[in-house]
């Protein structure tokens, strides 16, 4: 299996602050990687695929980057809805697997 | 738009078979284009893949959990369906039912829409 690895595990940030989330994956996968947000007692919500296509309805402030096996998600200016949880997910290969998640806390 | 939303019991006794159903509403299971998933997620913690089925039948599992998990599909109804069996208390999760979506190329899913996640509880 593919083991996703987040970093940080939780980050305190400001309205408006830039935010940047890492995931790395144990072999490389190409660009087959997808961002979610989670916030608590909902589904998750998909934000990007193919580490850096926005899914249609994102606010074009998230952004992904990274191919092979490290990628980043970055929000550039984050706002009161952005604080959640977030988790990257490879589809290069089965089964599919999830990065831990990264809870975004207002400092 | 595209909605699913999943149903069962939210109270499975140790050793029995979880059943869940996930209906879906807005498009057809049918189109051929999606392929149709479980993720589950333990209370407090992250998200695991349990298996897909395509709308001919064909699945695939975790090998995590192969050997208990068995999905199905009713075309007629527009569900799809998990059993788990012989399930414990490290089987208490918010299960999700959740739409895989593959662009050219794309060896495997990401997932969109997701169902709300139903909760349950492995307790006698």
């Known amino acids: 299996d593919i083991q996703m690895t987040q970093s940080p595990s939780s980050v305190s940030a400001s309205v408006g602050d830039r935010v940047t989330i890492t995931c790395q994956a144990s072999?490389?996968?190409?660009?087959?990687l997808a961002w979610y947000q989670q916030k608590p007692g909902k589904a998750p919500k998909l934000l990007i695929y193919?580490?850096?296509s926005l899914q249609s309805g994102v606010p074009s402030r998230f952004s992904g980057s990274g191919s092979g096996t490290d990628f980043t998600l970055t929000i550039s200016s984050l706002q009161p809805e952005d604080f959640a949880t977030y988790y990257c997910?490879?589809?290069?290969?089965?089964?599919?697997?999830f990065g831990g998640g990264t809870k975004v806390e207002i400092k | 738009q595209v909605q699913l939303q999943e149903s069962g019991p939210g109270l499975v006794k140790p050793s029995q078979t979880l059943s869940l159903t996930c209906t879906v509403s807005g498009g057809s299971i049918s189109s051929g284009d999606y392929y149709w998933s479980w993720i589950r997620q333990p209370p407090g913690k992250g998200l695991e893949w349990i298996g897909y089925?395509?709308?001919?039948?064909?699945?695939y599992y975790n090998p995590s959990l192969k050997s208990r998990v068995t999905i199905s599909v009713d075309t007629s109804k527009n569900q799809f369906s998990l059993k788990l069996s012989s399930v414990t208390a490290a089987d208490t999760a918010v299960y999700y039912c959740?739409?895989?979506?593959?662009?050219?190329?794309?060896?495997?899913?990401?997932?969109?829409?997701w169902g709300q996640g139903t909760l349950v509880t492995v307790s006698s």
């Open positions: 193919a580490a850096s």
């Open positions: 959740a739409r895989g979506v593959r662009i050219a190329a794309s060896p495997g899913d990401w997932f969109d829409p």
């Open positions: 089925i395509y709308y001919s039948g064909s699945t």
């Open positions: 072999q490389g996968i190409s660009s087959w």
């Open positions: 997910q490879q589809a290069n290969s089965f089964p599919l697997t």
